[in-house]
């Protein structure tokens, strides 16, 4: 039998575990119309917690009771690809009797395309005019929808298209039309977006924070698809893969997975196959989350981090402190803010924080010193950067 598991990113996993709060919020909304002001929301949390996995599920839901979906991802081409692709897509499927051809896309100003019918008619609509347009097709049918725009990976490259949509979705929105925004973006790349004054509209959006599954939810998303696929696992092994996910989501999917594959014609996923899973699972965890979380983070955030990485629990700010190199506590304090605001720490009990990401301090305890040299540290010393491992 094939895997139910769904490894990597962007895949609906088999088994949607601890997130009716969050999608009956959707629910509320497309079904009695109680949206946040603004209409908004904004999915956060850490890489590989499932955001995208809700925003799929998001418009799954919008789609059922009949609202047309315009899904995109941040790009600086976000505006641009709304206005000139997914606006005339839609109106067409509407309205197929009524072919047209978009001939040009023109972005100046608010965004306008020129399309021509058939019969030899050029119009130049815009993105509100086409949206006005959709929405009257949609009002006109038995169950009326709305139009729901869904953008994913939200981050500071994107801001300025993302500024001119909004400008244009809050006008739809302080005119009455039945849309609705939902965006997601991880947690630190919002932080530093926020900070932007031209973010007004994705400050004023609903925050909803996506966190890591708690162990029972963890439990059900192994559970659950193992016994609908007919194989069992016993109470140990479920326990030890619950473990050694740490409630992670893109874990969960990883070593449900690879514990599946071992011996996939066994009746039930043995202890074996669940510790294999987890050492190949931390295998790819380095590459595909904890590598681009560091990323994200400045130079001395990472150097913050990595003096939290020596204790093996919660480290005292005062450990830290003295770690790197007897700083001023108002400095410690500014760095430790910036991490608590990316997700990357939390707080834990007076004057502690912790390491929020699973794994991420082994991780930095094996790579510190190969960090810390290709930080230029030894570089005032005369030594070239090191080579590549
Ligand atoms: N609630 C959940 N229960 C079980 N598995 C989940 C859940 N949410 C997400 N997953 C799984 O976790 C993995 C990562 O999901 P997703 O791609 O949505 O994360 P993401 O937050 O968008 O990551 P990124 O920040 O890198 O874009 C996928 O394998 C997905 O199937
Ligand atoms: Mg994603």
């Known amino acids: 039998m094939d895997s139910p598991f769904r490894p990597g990113f962007g895949k609906n996993p088999p088994f949607l575990a601890g997130r009716d709060t969050a999608l009956a919020s959707v629910e509320d909304g497309l079904e009695l119309g109680q949206w946040p002001q603004e209409r908004g929301i904004l999915l956060t949390g850490l890489r590989g ?188 092994v479920l326990d030890y893969m619950v473990r050694a996910s740490q409630g992670y989501p893109f874990l969960v999917q990883q070593i449900g997975d690879i514990a599946w594959r071992r011996n996939p014609d066994s009746p039930d996923i043995s202890l074996e196959d669940a510790q294999f899973a987890y050492r190949r699972a931390r295998r790819t965890i380095g590459g595909f989350i904890i590598e681009p979380s560091l990323s994200g983070l400045s130079p001395t955030d990472r150097s913050f981090l990595a003096a939290m990485a020596s204790d093996d629990g919660p480290s005292r700010i005062e450990d830290v402190r003295r770690r790197l190199g007897n700083v001023d506590s108002g400095y410690a304090s500014m760095y430790r803010q910036r991490l608590l605001d990316a997700g990357a720490i939390r707080a834990a009990g007076h004057g502690k924080v912790t390491i929020t990401l699973p794994y991420m301090r082994e991780y930095l305890r094996e790579h510190i010193v190969a960090e810390a040299a290709s930080d230029d540290t030894r570089k005032d010393a005369g030594f070239p950067p090191p080579p590549d491992l």
């Not at 809700?54 to 899904?71: I, K, P, T």
């Not at 100003?109 to 097709?137: A, K």
């Not at 031209?198 to 193992?226: G, K, N, W, Y």
């Open 49 to 236: 917690v499932g955001k995208t996995v809700m925003l799929n599920h998001a418009e799954d839901l919008a789609r059922e009771r009949g609202w047309v979906v315009v899904s995109e991802t941040a790009t600086p081409e976000l505006f641009e690809r709304i206005t000139g692709v997914h606006l005339p897509r839609i109106l067409s499927e509407l309205d197929p009797d009524n072919p047209f051809r978009v001939t040009s896309i023109s972005m100046a100003g608010i965004g306008s395309i020129t399309v021509e019918y058939p019969d030899g008619r050029i119009e130049d609509p815009s993105f509100r005019s086409m949206c006005e347009e959709i929405s009257s097709l949609l009002g006109a049918r038995s169950t009326p929808g709305g139009i729901l725009f869904s953008v994913d990976e939200v981050n500071a490259g994107a801001l300025r298209t993302l500024e001119t949509f909004a400008a244009e979705y809050q006008h739809l929105v302080r005119s009455d039309f039945e849309v609705a925004f939902i965006g997601a973006g991880v947690q630190g790349e919002i932080r530093d977006l926020l900070t932007s004054r031209s973010a007004t509209f994705l400050r004023r959006c609903a925050h909803v924070d996506i966190p890591m599954l708690t162990p029972d939810q963890t439990a059900q998303a192994f559970q659950e698809p193992i016994t609908q696929h007919g194989r069992t696992v016993s109470p140990a």
